[in-house]
């Protein structure tokens, strides 16, 4: 009685798991205005984004970057007139968790070893 009481139980388990696919609908970071809280490895920055261009402001700083998006999880930016070495790099960034209005990060800078994480929020 016990042998079929599980086997039942295991066979109603396996039934009612049901796969949920992931729904791709994560658009809404792909243009607006966002913020970056001061933090460790961030100053304060204040990002606008609209169709293929990011404008970043931070401290006395604005920065037009290039954003062109792999996927809705990944994007590759771009400074349009770069002031140094480093900003001829490219930035490879990786949404790595996803919240109602703001999403983790990690950020690596060329093909360094270096990569850096944090959370972006929109704020419109």
């Known amino acids: 009685m016990k042998k079929i009481g599980f086997v039942l139980f295991t066979i109603l388990l396996i039934t009612s798991c049901k796969n949920t696919p992931i729904v791709d609908n994560n658009n809404q970071f792909k243009t607006g205005v966002f913020e970056i809280p001061a933090g460790k490895n961030f100053v304060k920055e204040i990002i606008i984004r609209k ?61 360094s070893n270096f990569s850096t994480k944090g959370t972006i929020y929109k704020v419109k």
């Open 51 to 111: 169709d293929s261009i990011q404008i970043s402001k931070y401290e006395d700083h604005v920065d037009t970057l290039s954003i062109k998006w792999k996927n809705n999880f990944s994007y590759t930016l771009r400074y349009i007139n770069p002031k140094n070495e480093m900003q001829k790099d490219p930035m490879f960034v990786q949404i790595n968790k996803i919240y109602k209005d703001s999403y983790d990060f990690t950020v690596k800078i060329g093909f």
